[in-house]
């Protein structure tokens, strides 16, 4: 996570490239480790197993250069509502994971969780072609014009919010005195 936050503040290329490249090499790295993880397991290398298994899913830290930065970018104004959906979504996953395992395991056997982990990247790198089409680093059209905080609210200061090119709502609210009208 921490170099996930640091890459968030690098940015050499358009917002909309940098949140693309991010969540693909993430999920990338993930669907290469969910496919790794089974292999080894084969091989039969315990020690190198349980010490692979906690990096699993340290690639989707990444994410948060990616998919967590296009939600507050593409909805701006309505971000609490884009993260509750992205929430619900997250629940549906871990409503469904289990689901997958009890159709696929019945005997406990190493072919049967392979096809469990090979499910999993598939359904990743899935995901991630989507975002890859999908994903954008600006404001959608029906969100552009909700978020000018000159119109709706009044601010301490008329500086302009500069985070890597681009507006972040939570650093404005920082500055923002609701008790002053």
């Known amino acids: 996570m921490l170099i996930a936050?640091?890459?968030?503040?690098?940015?050499?290329?358009?917002?909309?490239?940098?949140?693309?490249?991010?969540?693909?090499?993430?999920?990338?790295?993930?669907?290469?480790?969910?496919?790794?993880?089974?292999?080894?397991?084969?091989?039969?290398?315990?020690?190198?197993?349980?010490?692979?298994?906690?990096?699993?899913?340290?690639?989707?830290?990444l994410c948060v250069s990616g998919v967590l930065r296009?939600?507050?970018?593409?909805?701006?104004?309505?971000?609490?509502h884009i993260i509750a959906y992205m929430g619900a979504s997250l629940g549906v996953a871990y409503v469904v994971a289990p689901l997958v395992v009890f159709f696929y395991v019945a005997s406990n056997s190493l072919a049967e969780w392979t096809k469990v982990f090979m499910t999993a990247a598939a359904i990743i790198a899935v995901s991630s072609i989507v975002f890859a089409i999908f994903g954008r680093g600006r404001a959608s059209n029906w969100a552009a014009s909700t978020w000018d905080p000159l119109i709706s609210m009044k601010m301490r200061n008329l500086q302009p919010i500069d985070f890597s090119q681009d507006e972040c709502g939570l650093y404005e609210l920082r500055l923002i005195d609701p008790n002053k009208k």
């Not at 990338?28 to 349980?50: A, D, G, K, R, W």
């Not at 296009?70 to 609490?80: P, W, Y």
């Open 5 to 61: 936050g640091l890459i968030n503040r690098w940015s050499c290329c358009s917002t909309t490239a940098h949140v693309r490249v991010c969540n693909t090499v993430g999920a990338v790295l993930t669907v290469v480790f969910f496919i790794l993880l089974p292999i080894i397991f084969h091989l039969q290398n315990t020690p190198l197993s349980v010490h692979f298994l906690p990096f699993l899913l340290a690639p989707l830290g």
């Open 70 to 80: 296009s939600l507050c970018l593409v909805g701006r104004a309505f971000t609490q």
